[in-house]
């Protein structure tokens, strides 16, 4: 009998959930499961990755993670794999008075694992109603929008389902309310009024993405770029 194999692990901070889990490295039968799915829908990648994301971590529950925090987990299990660093040559077209461009090659490098948030995670998760009803509210799952996708064709109910969802608690004056069905919520986010939907959107909007941001400087006509990749798994999954 050969000897078992132990896969590399390592652990990684998840800055949503604010807490530590282990990810181990993809084996050779992963690695060919991707190369094989090259072509693949949007749907039917994301759903691959995310097996893979739930067999590569430990520690955690992953469908209750948000996608902010399954990027990092994915980030960190192919950084363990194979490296995140990736090698490109850019062309610097700033065009000189004559108008001709530069046309320098510029060897870069650019590191996944330099990651960064674009906006600090929201410690104060409260919308409040009036003077003495609030609801505290959390940032979506993964397991949430998947199970949000039965409604997507009708945006008016998929909304309202989604902030719904979206309330983990109720505060009326000294009263906490935590023990309410999914229909329950959802009939009394109805009832909310009308101005709270701008409240909602707006912690929405403060949900922070993972980017990478990088400069290129050309040494011949000292032109200096700025740019932020935001889409990282298409950057990084097929080199």
């Not at 190369?35 to 529950?61: C, M, Q, R, V, Y």
């Not at 530069?102 to 906006?119: P, Q, R, S």
């Not at 009326?172 to 701008?198: A, G, Q, R, S």
């Not at 909602?200 to 700025?226: L, N, Q, R, W």
Request: hydrophobic letters at 40%; one cysteine or more; a negative charge.
């Amino acid at each position: 009998m050969l000897p078992k194999i132990m896969p590399l692990t390592k652990k990684v901070h998840l800055p949503i959930a604010d807490k530590e889990v282990k990810v181990s490295a993809f084996k050779i039968a992963e690695e060919k499961l991707l190369l094989l799915h090259k072509s693949a829908t949007e749907e039917e990648l994301e759903n691959i990755l995310f097996e893979i994301i739930k067999d590569k971590t430990t520690g955690i529950e992953v469908e209750t993670l948000t996608m902010t925090d399954l990027t990092v987990l994915l980030i960190n299990i192919i950084d363990l794999s194979r490296g995140m660093k990736r090698e490109f040559t850019y062309k610097c077209n700033k065009k000189n008075e004559e108008g001709k461009p530069c046309g320098t090659l510029i060897e870069l490098e650019v590191n996944a694992l330099d990651y960064k948030l674009t906006k600090e995670v929201q410690k104060n998760r409260l919308i409040k109603v009036d003077n003495t009803l609030a609801c505290e509210v959390e940032y979506p799952s993964y397991g949430m929008m998947k199970e949000l996708l039965k409604y997507k064709d009708n945006i008016g109910e998929y909304l309202i389902r989604f902030y719904s969802k979206l309330i983990k608690a109720v505060y009326h004056n000294d009263e906490v309310y935590t023990d309410f069905t999914e229909d329950e919520i959802y009939e009394w986010t109805l009832e909310l009024p009308h101005k709270t939907l701008k409240a909602f959107e707006d912690f929405i909007e403060s949900i922070p993405d993972v980017i990478i941001e990088y400069d290129v400087a050309c040494p011949k006509c000292g032109t200096s770029d700025h740019y932020i990749v935001s889409n990282i798994l298409d950057f990084f999954i097929f080199d």
